[in-house]
Each structure stands twice: as C-alpha cells, then as structure tokens.
C-alpha cells in the first residue's frame, strides 16, 4: 500500500474513529489486568517497516522473560511478515498478517483483522505503531484487559483518543529498540503509573539480536545466484542497497551517487565484485544504476545486480558471504545486524539516535544540519523539506573512505 494511503486512511478514518471509540469505553466496564502468570497471549502490533520489527526482537524477547506463560504474536503487513519468525521468533502461524492494496482492499484487510484479533482473545497487546490512529484502534479493538501504547497526554494535535489501559509518553531522547522494551516492561507493571514507566531502560549494547545460520542450501542457492551473475567462488563481495523504499522518499541518495560509489569501490578494492541488492519493485532503480556504469569509465566490470531475485532468507545468507554494506537508512541494515557483516547506512531526515541497527559493527554517517532530524513521532513523519541536502549532499568518495576504514574494523 502507497504511504499516501496509509495516511489518509489513518487521517479520515482514523479520528473519528478513535473519537468515537474513546465514548463507547467510557461507558464500558474495564477487564481486569490479569496476574503476569496468567497471561497467555500477548499480540504486538507493527503494521509497517520490517526494519521496526528486527528492532523489536528485544521487546519480544522481554515479552517472554515477564510473561512466562505466554505466546508472543505479531499483527503486521503481509509483505513485512517473513522477518518475524528470522528476527523475532515468531513462528509463522502466530503471525497475523493484514493484505495490502489500495484503499479498498486495506480497510477490508483491517476489518477481517478485527474479527480475527477478537476471536483470539489475547490478554496483552502492545502497540508499536507508537501515536497512529489506526494501531490505536486495532489495539483497542482486540478487546484486551491490557492494552498499551503511547499517549500524547498534554501535547497539542495528534490525536488517537484514550484508548491504553497502560500510557506511556514517547520519548524522543531513546532509541526505539529501548523504547519498545520498556512498553514490555510496563505491561506487567500496575496502570495506575502515569506517565508509564518509571524504570531505567537498558542499554543499547545490551540489547540482544538472534543470529541468523545459514543451511548449506541457503549457501548453495545463493552461491548459484552469484556465480550466474559471473561472480567466482571465493571473491570479495561488497553490497550496496540503492533505495530507502516508498516509505520515506526523503531518505533516498541520487542514483548518480551510488553509480559512483560502486566505481571507486570497485577501483579501490581491485579483488572485490560490488553487488547491487534489493526487492523485485526495486528493480528499474537496479537497471538504471546497471546502465550508467556500463556506460562509464571501466564499464560494469565487477558490479552486478541481484535486485528482485533474492528472498529475504537469501539475503541474510548474501549477508553472511558478504565483507560490507553500504545502504540509505531502510531495512537491511537492521537485517545485518542479525550477521557479522560490517555495514555504513546513511541518515539525513531521520537520526541513528533513535533509528539506528542495534550492532556495534554498524557505522552511521550523517552530515549533521541543523534541520536534520526532520521526521519523527511528533509530525507523523512528514516533512516539509523540499530538498533533502541532508542526502544530496554526502559525497560518494565521503562515503566510500568510511566504508574502507568499516571493512578494516
């Protein structure tokens, strides 16, 4: 579904929506918070962003150390599913997944997981779709003594009604893979704390990924993949991500800028093959960038494409034969993280402080305006930017001297 969708529906439908439902619980007797020993299901919604849920792999995990009797689930979009049971253990049928489309088949989709959510009778569900209308209804919805979720309390605008047993206010100074384990933390904690919750998060090093293990099939499909490309057995590979996705278009880096750091990566490093990677939509921006380095000085020689024929399980594999990654801000770097490799992600209107991968061998680059960060929580994550110089005005060879000095560790 088109981010312009997602929003409308959550700016038209959303409101009122949650206007109204906010009445009808006022007139509603509350569940009671069952005991931490009795919970046996706890749903976590996150819609969007795959990204998101390898962040959330911690809070999941916290889940389960403060509910020791429960099932975790994920209520996401269908494409976005795959990454719960790699990054969260989720298994897949534990996954509720939401089908997307346009306007039409969306609000249907949602409808359906109402019914589906209800019929599951889950004792704890924790929003993460933190001040969305929509996650706030869904999560009301679902008819659980214990809902929680972020509360705006006294800021002006964004409203998404009072619909949480348990409110936390969003703090804009942690990074939202503590953040997400905190809202764990509150759900077995007493309601009537406000705002939840008063608890020292944990660490950012502390935080705990699962690591991905490739099968040897895993190895043997990708190694195909690469040697049909040319790519030989045993050679160097350095991947590049062109394209931040459809979500944020503000986070993307010109295509002219990738077409040359894959040149000076290639020049720099005589013995290394520079593989482009990314999703089957992404594949126009693959043969774009494939066309201005045949194009170019030194031809595409040791750069080839793998966008659009890789599964997301064929990607963690790429990542474990793979010596670097240099990415825009958008997902695989946070699927690098459940690897070894050592990865450069670039951020302008968003900042690492908040979004960046939970791994030490991840280095952020940002060129530090004052403007940037221009998305966040508060503004639903539009921007008013008319030219994103935070990404325009990085440097391939910048970029590329940071990647060198990554590889080396």
């Known amino acids: 579904m088109r981010v312009a969708t997602m929003r409308a529906v959550d700016r038209t439908l959303g409101k009122p929506l949650c206007w109204f439902l906010t009445r009808l619980r006022r007139l509603l007797p509350e569940p009671r918070q069952p005991s931490s020993d009795a919970v046996r299901k706890v749903l976590f919604v996150k819609l969007s962003e795959m990204g998101a849920i390898v962040l959330a792999a911690p809070a999941i995990a916290e889940a389960r150390r403060v509910f020791p009797n429960a099932e975790p689930y994920l209520l996401c979009f269908d494409e976005n599913a795959e990454i719960a049971e790699l990054a969260a253990g989720i298994p897949a049928e534990r996954v509720l997944q939401v089908p997307t489309g346009g306007f039409v088949t969306t609000l249907r989709s949602l409808l359906g997981a109402i019914l589906r959510l209800r019929r599951e009778?889950?004792?704890?569900?924790?929003?993460?779709?933190?001040?969305?209308?929509?996650?706030?209804?869904?999560?009301?919805m679902t008819g659980a003594p214990v809902r929680v979720g972020y509360h705006r309390f006294e800021a002006e605008g964004l409203y998404c009604g009072d619909l949480y047993t348990h409110r936390l206010t969003f703090n804009t100074y942690l990074h939202i893979a503590q953040s997400m384990v905190t809202m764990a933390v509150a759900a077995a904690r007493p309601a009537d704390e406000v705002p939840l919750v008063?608890?020292?998060?944990?660490?950012?090093?502390?935080?705990?990924?699962?690591?991905?293990?490739?099968?040897?099939?895993?190895?043997?499909?990708?190694?195909?993949?690469?040697?049909?490309?040319?790519?030989?057995?045993?050679?160097?590979?350095?991947?590049?991500?062109?394209?931040?996705?459809d979500l944020l278009p503000l986070r993307r880096w010109p295509i002219e800028n990738f077409v040359e750091l894959c040149r000076i990566l290639r020049d720099r490093?005589?013995?290394?093959?520079?593989?482009?990677?990314?999703?089957?939509?992404?594949?126009?921006?693959?043969?774009?960038i494939m066309a201005s380095l045949e194009s170019g000085p030194g031809g595409a020689s040791r750069c080839v494409s793998l966008i659009g024929t890789t599964s997301l399980r064929d990607l963690l594999t790429l990542f474990t034969r793979s010596k670097l990654l240099v990415s825009a801000d958008s997902g695989p770097p946070h699927f690098a993280a459940l690897t070894n490799l050592r990865c450069v992600t670039l951020f302008g209107p968003e900042t690492p402080d908040l979004y960046g991968p939970v791994n030490d061998r991840n280095r952020a680059l940002t060129l530090g305006l004052a403007c940037s960060p221009c998305i966040n929580a508060w503004n639903r994550r539009v921007s008013p930017c008319n030219d994103n110089v935070c990404m325009t005005g990085m440097a391939a060879a910048w970029v590329v001297e940071a990647a060198l000095a990554q590889m080396e560790g």
């Open 121 to 140: 009778r889950f004792d704890v569900v924790i929003d993460l779709e933190y001040l969305s209308r929509v996650g706030a209804a869904l999560t009301y």
């Open 198 to 245: 008063k608890v020292v998060p944990p660490r950012l090093e502390d935080l705990v990924l699962p690591r991905f293990e490739a099968s040897d099939a895993d190895l043997a499909r990708v190694r195909a993949l690469l040697e049909a490309q040319g790519v030989p057995a045993g050679a160097e590979i350095l991947l590049v991500n062109p394209n931040s996705s």
């Open 269 to 288: 490093r005589p013995d290394a093959w520079v593989v482009l990677t990314g999703a089957p939509h992404e594949g126009e921006l693959g043969r774009r």
